[in-house]
């Protein structure tokens, strides 16, 4: 069967340009006439990333709505043979990625996408990546309508305004066809549900969704809209994130970031403004038009109606109904969402020959081939039978969903593809079923939520803990997430469990049925308690070789795990300082002075990428990094010699005289930690640049300053308070009060908790109020 | 003759802590530790203590936590 | 440690108060706590010291949780008979606080290993429910310099003494030993009013959050009674006991040693 080349997303003029300028980009980077930091810079949003392998690149293609026709796809093979490693990524947003690509080679993967109408342009950056769209769109006998023209026809117009690709940051949108949510409209930067009310087709529509670090639900936006204003409304938010997003700051810069700063109210005054001034204007640029995809690929006439054939034993979960009785849509799991080459162009033909030559790609990373007639069922799965992945989609399973991970992110903190591998392998050695009820397994490798674990029935995020002073890969198990057109309910976290427990756990989970929020908060409970000692494996991750490490990782999105990390050997300081006050024995005070000093030395040099344990390196170490560059007073090079004095069994005989200075040490690091921002960097300043008068206590320097505007009794006393407790004794802070109780209450309570209140006076029509921290 | 017994002022006949223990269905002096005026009898000394008008009588019973099965 | 807003908001009725503040919450969050028995007295103690945001609890138990217990036994659900009951309570406490960490240790504690438990804490609660357990930890406690609670229920009433080794009266100051197998009718002490196993480890749990603190004065030289029908709390003074055989002038308790547990104790704490 033969369908027309037309492509189903039509690649806007500009974007065309654009691929075709690219080649000489290339040319002049490689002659060294442009610098990396600029290529770069227009790489990116051309879809191109470089893999932590050097010079090794990977193209995102964009998939409109996630769909492709068979010649596309074959395509797509050819490239990555010809210039890849043959081996294709489906992503969790219905792109394919091909890998391996040098960059002298990324010119003619371009064009050739071009030439068969699809294209990389906004695979990355901050652009408007790709429009997704429910994988069942057009076939799904739960759609209220199908919603994928929708989804490429705002892909269309966004893709023709250069200014889609220069945005503060990525603007993801999403098309669902039902409440179920199966496209993540709920979390989408914009999401859109199909509705139907009084017979019009529409939206509801959410805005100011996102995983990554800080995730949300979005908002409802709109309750309805008909269909063909979603273009206007796509358009509108997108000029909100423009103008509103924090370009500064790449960690704060998504739509929800907008969204939490200036609150729902003013999110809507600001759409609403830019939507009356597009009423008022008309939308610039092209409006496309909505083509009728159920036309071309919709219910055929019946060829063989009524003709009921069985599926072959154990093969029915990869067969999925349509609307039509006499077609289906064959469903083909993809490990990790990996496919080779051949195998994709096996799926094109099958496609070709038996569906109506349209495959889609979906959020859980598997391709669907749509429309394949029953009666050429028994054909299609022979063919499939052919398939390398063949022994992978015989196989039942739950999903399981992973972001790239440490392998090839620099955020990652754990390798989440294998364990992904490993939760595979568990299930197949305990033969867990899965089918439509098992719930999807999301990981994310850090806090960044690349791999969804936020919205996973069950989602698990890498963290970093240390035990037996060493570091041990572990994820948080987190349950109950709900996407929905009600909105999103974000998975809350049931406890933490090392990695390599975490297989055995959710077999367990899913044998017993045991995957509802409370029975599997139970389960993770066992799992999480850990023995005094583990197996030598549990500080390895998985397919790892060298012990699990942090070394190398840079700052995340949010560096949440990092911060783990850090906290845990200043927590470590300070028990260790607080024993060293409680005990009489001498040797045991210096022993407790000693494990302090080493666990604030070691605390912060994670955030210089160094993962070092042996006790002078870390010391030296720390030399380098924080006392060299006056973080920390040079002072401490002192005391460090005098340590490890005692800890050789030199002249020291006790370390006791030097607790002030080792509390001082653990304080100073405490409050450097305090200080970190998204980027890992300290925002105290040096001790070198510090003014002599800032480190002492003049009570009269004063100026730590509190503003509890909007904040509540009693919780603005209990803010006060924390403040208070962070200045030194004697020192004045500033707290901003607002009218009525808050300025009736504070300044009697801290009073009355021997505090003295210097003054009240009114501050931009709320009281400032000085207080001066009495012990 | 009066006795604080457990905070609680108590008429009793007893000369002695022998009789008087009996008096309070104390079957065996191993069940209870017994402070007088404030110090801890050890429970040899239990047979030849004799009680005066105004004695201060503690009783200390062994407890445990509650026993479950059975 | 910097504490987050939202552990400052979880802990906010903690800071408000004079003698916490924010040092006083950051005390409780570096305490070592270790919980004997995750029984009547231990389930309270458990799970307020959990919500307290005491950093690192531990807690002891062999047993498995039966029907029986839980009339009382609080950490425990119905649907947790049969489950090992360190696992039970440690899932209720990180539920309600996962800022903590539980360690779990499934063991009986006997002279050969108690040490070693008690060595990671810097206060011990006594929520055992038998004798030679409850000596055992006091010794122990003793020779280890390790501040403890003690604390006993009986029908109605119950009693609690706080210890400070070597330095205020101990159990045995108190009761010399335990009672030899026979002379205390345990078998027959089943009976205890379920709310009564509340209050105590409750207060129980008070000692650990004021030594934590530092704030107040612990139940030293002193043995509280209670007794929950005539809803009385008497404060017994008490002495260090010169003939105490633990801490006395003349100590005969050199060493840990397992004391005769009565066949009852024998059934239940080693099925």
């Given amino acids: 069967m033969s369908h027309t080349a037309e492509p189903i997303l039509h690649i806007p003029e500009t974007v065309r340009e654009d691929v075709l300028a690219y080649r000489e980009k290339v040319a002049a980077f490689l002659r060294g006439e442009s610098n990396p930091t600029a290529f770069k810079a227009y790489r990116v949003p051309m879809g191109i990333y470089e893999q932590r392998t050097d010079g090794r690149f990977m193209v995102r293609v964009r998939l409109g709505a996630g769909l492709a026709l068979p010649h596309q796809l074959e395509r797509i093979a050819a490239l990555s043979r010809a210039h890849g490693n043959g ?6 947003r219905q792109d394919i990625q091909i890998h391996d690509v040098p960059i002298d080679d990324t010119p003619d993967v371009l064009e050739g996408l071009l030439d068969a109408g699809i294209s990389s342009r906004g695979g990355g950056g901050n652009t408007v990546r790709n429009v997704s769209a429910c994988p069942r769109a057009g076939f799904c006998p739960h759609e209220r309508f199908n919603v994928a023209p929708h989804a490429i026809s705002v892909a269309e117009y966004l893709l023709q305004h250069r200014s889609s690709f220069n945005l503060p940051r990525k603007y993801k949108i999403a098309f669902s066809g039902c409440g179920t949510d199966c496209a993540l409209a709920s979390v989408a930067d914009l999401g859109f549900f199909a509705q139907i009310r009084n017979g019009v087709p529409g939206f509801r529509v959410f805005a100011g969704g996102g995983l990554g670090g800080n995730p949300r639900g979005g908002i409802v936006l709109e309750e309805f809209i008909p269909s063909a204003e979603a273009v206007e409304v796509a358009e509108a938010v997108r000029r909100v994130f423009d103008k509103n997003g924090d370009r500064t700051n790449k960690n704060r810069a998504r739509l929800r970031y907008v969204l939490n700063r200036v609150g729902e109210e003013e999110f809507k005054r600001l759409y609403r403004e830019e939507r009356a001034a597009l009423q ?9 038009g909505i083509r009728d995809l159920d036309l071309r690929f919709g219910p055929q006439s019946s060829d063989s109606a009524g003709t009921a054939h069985r599926v072959e034993d154990g093969l029915s979960h990869l067969v999925w109904p349509e609307k039509t009785p006499d077609r289906v849509t064959l469903r083909l799991p993809l490990p990790l969402g990996d496919i080779s080459a051949d195998d994709l162009e096996l799926i094109a033909h099958l496609a070709a020959k038996h569906g109506l030559g349209l495959v889609g790609a ?12 029953r009666a050429e069922l028994p054909d299609a799965l022979n063919l499939l039978h052919e398939t390398i992945a063949f022994a992978s989609f015989r196989k039942s399973r739950p999903r399981v969903v992973a972001c790239a991970g440490a392998s090839t992110c620099k955020l990652g903190l754990c390798l989440s593809r294998g364990l992904a591998a490993a939760i595979s392998a568990e299930f197949d050695a305990q033969d867990v079923a899965g089918g439509a009820e098992a719930p999807v397994i999301r990981i994310s490798g850090c806090p960044n939520s690349c791999g969804g674990h936020p919205i996973g029935a069950i989602g698990l995020e890498g963290r970093a803990q240390r035990h037996n002073g060493r570091l041990m890969p572990v994820y948080v198990v987190l349950g109950g997430g709900v996407v929905s057109e009600d909105g999103a309910r974000l998975a809350q976290p049931l406890g933490t469990v090392p990695a390599k427990r975490i297989p055995e756990l959710l077999a367990s989970a899913l044998k017993q049925g045991a995957t509802g929020t409370e029975a599997l908060r139970r389960l993770v409970a066992e799992h999480a308690v850990v023995p ?16 699990f490490s942090l070394a190398g990782r840079g700052p995340g999105e949010c560096g949440a795990g990092v911060f783990d990390v850090v906290q845990l050997d200043i927590r470590e300081a300070a028990s260790a300082l607080k024993s060293a006050k409680t005990v009489v024995d001498d040797r045991v005070r210096s022993e407790e002075l000693y494990r302090a000093l080493l666990a604030a030395a070691r605390s912060l040099l994670v955030i210089f990428g160094v993962e070092v344990s042996k006790e002078h390196l870390i010391f030296e170490t720390f030399d380098r990094e924080l006392i060299a560059p006056g973080w920390v007073s040079a002072g401490a090079r002192d005391v460090i010699n005098e340590a490890l004095d005692w800890r050789l069994g030199g002249q020291t005989k006790s370390l006791a005289h030097r607790a002030e200075d080792i509390g001082a040490l653990v304080a100073r690091i405490t409050d450097l930690f305090g200080s970190l921002d998204a980027n890992l960097k300290f925002r105290l300043t040096a001790l070198a640049a510090e003014p002599p008068s800032a480190t002492g206590s003049n009570p009269d320097q004063a100026a730590a300053r509190a503003d509890l505007s909007g904040v509540t009794c009693p919780m603005n006393f209990v803010k006060a308070k924390v403040a208070l407790e962070k200045i030194p004794v004697g020192a004045v802070l500033e707290v901003v009060l607002d009218d009525g109780e808050p300025i009736q209450n ?20 709320r009281h400032l109020l000085r207080v001066r921290r009495a012990k | 003759m009066k006795l604080t017994v457990n905070g609680k002022v108590t008429e009793t006949e007893a000369p002695a802590l022998g009789e008087f223990l009996a008096e309070q ?4 002096p191993d069940q209870v530790s017994i402070e007088l005026n404030g110090r801890i009898l050890r429970r040899e000394e239990y047979g030849g203590i004799t009680l005066s008008e105004g004695d201060q009588i503690e009783f200390f019973y062994f407890m445990g936590g509650g026993r479950g099965t059975h | 440690m910097e504490l987050t807003d939202l552990q400052i908001e979880r802990y906010s009725r903690h800071i408000i108060l004079e003698q916490v503040g924010l ?56 649907a947790d008979l049969g489950r090992e009951k360190v696992l039970s309570a440690a899932e209720k406490m990180v539920a309600i606080n996962p800022d903590i960490t539980v360690n779990t240790h499934r063991l009986f504690l006997q002279a050969d290993n108690i040490t070693e438990v008690i060595a990671d804490y810097d206060f011990i609660i006594d929520g055992t429910d038998n004798f030679a357990a409850k000596f055992l930890i006091n010794d122990a406690c003793h020779f280890s310099r390790k501040p403890y609670v003690h604390a006993g229920i009986l029908r109605f009433e119950g009693q609690m003494l706080t210890v400070l080794p070597g330095e205020t009266a101990c159990l045995r100051c108190v009761f010399g030993g335990p009672p030899p197998p026979g002379a205390v009718p345990s078998c027959s002490q089943a009976g205890v009013l379920g709310v009564l196993a509340g209050v105590l480890g409750a207060l129980q749990a008070t000692e650990a959050v004021k030594h934590a603190l530092r704030q107040g004065e612990l139940l030293t030289n002193a043995l509280l009674k209670y007794n929950a029908l005539d809803l009385s709390f008497r404060r017994v003074p008490l002495r260090r006991n010169p003939h105490c055989p633990l801490c006395g002038d003349a100590p005969t308790i050199g060493e840990l040693h397992d004391e005769a547990l009565p066949l009852c104790d024998l059934k239940e704490t080693r099925p």
């Fill in chain 1, 362 to 373: 979906t959020q859980q990373q598997e391709l669907l081939v749509y429309g394949v007639r």
């Fill in chain 1, 746 to 765: 504070v300044p009697g309570s801290l009073a009355e908790q021997g505090h003295e209140v210097l003054s009240v006076a009114p501050f931009e029509g």
């Fill in chain 1, 87 to 92: 081996v294709l990524h489906v992503t969790t």
């Fill in chain 3, 23 to 78: 040092a006083g919450q950051e005390r409780l969050l570096a305490a070592r706590v270790l919980i004997v028995g995750a029984g009547g007295l231990g389930s309270p103690a458990a799970l307020y010291l959990a919500a307290a945001g005491v950093g690192t609890i531990g807690i002891v138990d062999a047993d498995t949780v039966d029907i029986t217990n839980l009339q009382r036994q609080i950490a425990h659900r119905t």
């Fill in chain 2, 25 to 28: 269905h104390v079957k065996s």
């Fill in chain 1, 280 to 288: 008022a204007e008309g939308l610039p640029g092209h409006p496309p």
């Fill in chain 1, 532 to 547: 005094e000692t583990l197996p030598e494996e549990f500080y390895f991750d998985f397919g790892a070789d060298v012990p």
